[in-house]
């Protein structure tokens, strides 16, 4: 009985997929076992060596080859040279086209697109956690989007749904005496902006708790409170206006239909919808 098992994973992309097929293959078989991978191979004459090699070490050859005239010709050679030769690919693919009735593109490497796109949405997050509520106002320049808010609108919440995205966002707080950072208002036509807003009678609410949690009497807000919060309100509008802001009152929306109202608005990457059962 056959005690060593060689196989050989070849891939027109990185090979991952191929290599750890055969890792999870071979754990299953007490053998002396080993494993070589073959990346980038998207040359016949690459071929001929794997196979040339496979027949010489006898191994058994595993490949996720994704353009078909290259799989073909890894078939038909293994053939000729009697070399065992599977293509981990194209069962499922006749599986999948056979239940959608849509055809494969047949585009390798996208797995590792995918893979960008995750360290993407890292540094996303990454940037945004780093410019929350004005943090390095030095680096706001970078951003995709400049969300300004006032307390209670739920700008963090909001900036990592978006940096989630691949989005990277700042966020900077708008209170009753904000002035415009001259490090944002450079920005104004050349980096996205979003304010936002709610309405009164919720930031009145708000606010009221917030005195109630700090031990403030109330005798001692309740007076000025509500000219406190229109002349903040006021202030906000003032600093969008002059900026140039999409303003989105949250009142009523929750973090994902804001999201879509800002990547609708400025063509950002993704829209995403929640469905709550």
Do not use: W
Not at 131 to 140: A, E, I, R, V
């Amino acid at each position: 009985m056959e005690k060593k098992l060689h196989i050989f994973a070849v891939s027109d992309s990185v090979g991952e997929t191929a290599e750890k097929i055969a890792v999870a293959s071979v754990l299953q078989f007490q053998v002396e076992r080993s494993i070589t991978r073959f990346s980038r191979v998207t040359k016949e004459i690459q071929i001929d060596e794997i196979i040339e090699k496979a027949s010489e070490e006898d191994a058994l050859v595993i490949y996720t080859i994704v353009k078909q005239e290259l799989s073909s010709y890894m078939d038909s050679a293994a053939r000729a040279k009697g070399v065992p030769a599977l293509n981990l690919m194209t069962p499922l693919f006749d599986m999948i086209e056979a239940k959608t009735g849509l055809k494969p593109v047949y585009i390798s490497g996208l797995t590792h697109t995918l893979d960008d796109q995750y360290f993407n949405r890292m540094k996303a997050i990454e940037f945004t956690i780093e410019h929350d509520n004005g943090q390095n106002l030095d680096t706001f320049k970078d951003a995709d989007l400049i969300i300004l808010g006032l307390p209670r609108t739920s700008k963090t919440p909001l900036s990592m749904h978006m940096a989630n995205l691949g989005i990277k966002v700042a966020n900077y707080p708008i209170l009753i005496d904000t002035e415009i950072p001259k490090e944002i208002e450079a920005l104004k036509g050349m980096v996205s902006m979003v304010g936002l807003t709610i309405d009164t009678e919720t930031l009145l609410s708000l606010r009221r708790e917030r005195m109630q949690t700090l031990g403030t009497p109330e005798e001692k807000y309740s007076d000025n409170l509500d000219d406190l919060v229109a002349e903040e309100l006021d202030n906000a509008y003032r600093i969008y206006a002059r900026l140039k802001c999409l303003v989105i009152d949250v009142t009523l929306h929750d973090i994902e239909e804001v999201g879509n109202t800002i990547t609708h608005k400025f063509n950002l990457p993704l829209r995403v919808t929640h469905h709550r059962f």
